[in-house]
DNA sequence: CCACCTCCGTACGGGACCGTATGGTCCGAC
DNA sequence: GTCGGACCATACGGTCCCGTACGGAGGTGG
């Protein structure tokens, strides 16, 4: 059998994260799913922390850069904005992993992530508003509201998919009220 | 040592629910807790998933439908919107609950209960808007909004607390926005 | 061709939790 | 006062996962 590298591990634990969660990223079923053994994963991790660690790092880096870059692909703010909504009513597994980051967020390992993640949207967010005219602080306070319907959104899809149904319309309301004057 | 009853366990179980999610609704350590043993539990209940049931059901009850009273205690529309919001900007241990049921939306015993416990919150906010005077089916796409905004801003509170550092105005601006005509 | 390093399989002990079996205690009915 | 049922403690076997110990295979440099 072939020998397995870092990523191999980290990516197979992606796939777990998303299906169930951060508990799924356990070693032993990850050797299975690899067809390796837990030998394997303790001489790449010290152990199940950093394995798990590991892992949502490279979400962090590959997952959350790879939307903004591919929103970066138009130029005109509105159209930006559009397009990030419509990333996530687009498809519910796309979000399962950050449902399933979401909701670890006690998790000593995952606060950090989290953290960080929130922090560089919410600011990416608040440029997109600045180009559209908002004074600063507006800015801000419309990021914020931005980045909780994209959250809230992300879980009403997964938690009532009916509920967000008319998803075309919902887009367009969406940006009419979060981009709205006075 | 006295009797426990059915709604001891359950006690003990949401408190559990609220501070490590559904996994810590476990019998071993909810009996610890109790001063009691295993014996209790599975006397009042058959396992482990009908005491979840009987948890979330129990909280399903009271939590939901509480905060509905306590907003219809006020007349105004607007008003109501405004005590629905602060209500969860208030504390973050409020919906500690809510997210931990929210994170395990997955899980066959949860799932049918965040479905009606979405679908009574919706219709609700969905009244409020045509109270406010908008048509019927904007009307539902605002309540999505703002249920939205709501499970977003849970989320935010209790991820990145600084972020949703400025609440009173955050509050006024999801108030506007929410309710912004055309 | 051998010494060595990398990578992994195997085997073990331990902890947390589930669920069952069984016997004991308390308390009201009669 | 004893009998039956509600309630619980104790003790056990089973599962799943963690982490460690150790030896063996495969490639590589000398």
Not at 4 to 22: C, F, I, K, P, Q
Not at 30 to 56: D, I, M, Q, V
Not at 88 to 94: D, K, M, P, S, T
Not at 150 to 169: C, E, F, K, M, N
């Amino acid at each position: 059998m072939a020998r397995r590298t870092r990523d191999d591990w980290t990516g197979v634990a992606l796939r777990a994260l998303a299906e169930g969660g951060v508990a799924a990223v356990a070693v032993e079923p990850l050797a299975a799913r690899l067809g390796a053994t837990k030998g394997s994963a303790y001489w790449h991790f010290p152990n199940r922390e950093a394995l798990l660690k590991a892992t949502l790092e490279r979400w962090e880096r590959e997952h959350t850069e790879a939307v903004i870059e591919l929103v970066e692909s138009v130029s005109e703010p509105l159209a930006k904005l559009r397009l990030l909504f419509a990333k996530v009513l687009e498809n519910a597994g796309h979000s399962a992993v950050e449902l399933a980051v979401l909701a670890a967020e006690d998790d000593p390992v995952v606060a950090p992530v989290v953290a960080r993640v929130t922090e560089r949207r919410i600011g990416y967010l608040r440029e997109l508003f600045v180009l559209l005219g908002f004074d600063a602080d507006v800015a801000r306070r419309r990021a914020v509201l931005a980045y909780s319907i994209y959250l809230g959104q992300a879980q009403l899809l997964s938690a009532a998919p009916d509920v967000v149904a008319a998803r075309r319309l919902l887009l367009e309301e969406t940006l009419a009220v979060v981009t709205s004057r006075g």
